[in-house]
T-cell receptor
């Protein structure tokens, strides 16, 4: 199946700093990528849809100025958590939609963010 | 709106037992249906999918059949292994404005003992 990578896998930062998470599709071009947040023992919450070359579409209740998304190329989307606070600590997962199989998404391994 | 309901876990089984994890859905239109598996500390992996009624998805001994009449997509495996211990997510996907955005169930934790 298609491969999606995320970097870093874990990050610990101080409150007030910004953290950037990268999501890459390794063997296909992804015009659309998705960012999710997962709380312990819970399902995935869709945060935003990232479209290459245009602005991201955020889900209701997600602060776009807090979670900056950039999809500058067909293989890379980034999520920047700005001025992070302890309540932003979570597991962030990205996924990419293979244009050849529009109904199927391939997920990255996730990034564990801990804000002290 | 669209929704996916999964049986609550954890499901605890002994090795070689038969597994069923129930999943039902509500959707407008004709969704594609998926099962994803999440191992501890990892992202989600696509386990299997089915795109139309009566289709059977299968992979690694797991299988699920798309039942339109009962709006279900139950996951089954004849003989589980300890390595199958993970969280399993049922999901549906429908086109929305040209984009397929999935709807996930809450996940069902499976624990397999030796």
């Amino acid at each position: 199946g298609a491969v999606v990578s995320q970097h870093p896998s874990r990050v610990i930062c101080k409150s007030g700093t910004s953290v950037k998470i990268e999501c890459r599709s390794l063997d296909f071009q992804a015009t659309t990528m998705f960012w999710y947040r997962q709380f312990p023992k819970q399902s995935l919450m869709l945060m935003a849809t990232s479209n290459e070359g245009s602005k991201a579409t955020y889900e209701q209740g997600v602060e776009k100025d807090k979670f900056l998304i950039n999809h500058a190329s067909l293989t890379l989307s980034t999520l920047t958590v700005t001025s992070a606070h302890p309540e932003d600590s979570s597991f962030y997962i990205c996924s990419a939609r293979d244009p050849g199989r529009t109904d199927t998404q391939y997920f990255g391994p996730g990034t564990r963010l801990t804000v002290l | 709106g669209n929704s996916v309901t999964q049986m609550e876990g954890p499901v605890t089984l002994s090795e070689e037992a038969f597994l069923t994890i129930n999943c039902t859905y509500t959707a407008t239109g004709y969704p594609s249906l998926f099962w994803y598996v999440q191992y501890p500390g990892e992202g989600l992996q696509l386990l299997l999918k089915a795109t139309k009624a009566d289709d059977k998805g299968s992979n690694k001994g797991f299988e699920a059949t798309y039942r339109k009449e009962t709006t279900s997509f139950h996951l089954e495996k004849g003989s589980v292994q300890v390595s199958d211990s993970a969280v399993y997510f049922c999901a549906l996907s429908l086109p929305s404005g040209g984009s397929y955005i999935p709807t996930f169930g809450r996940g069902t934790s499976l624990i397999v003992h030796p």
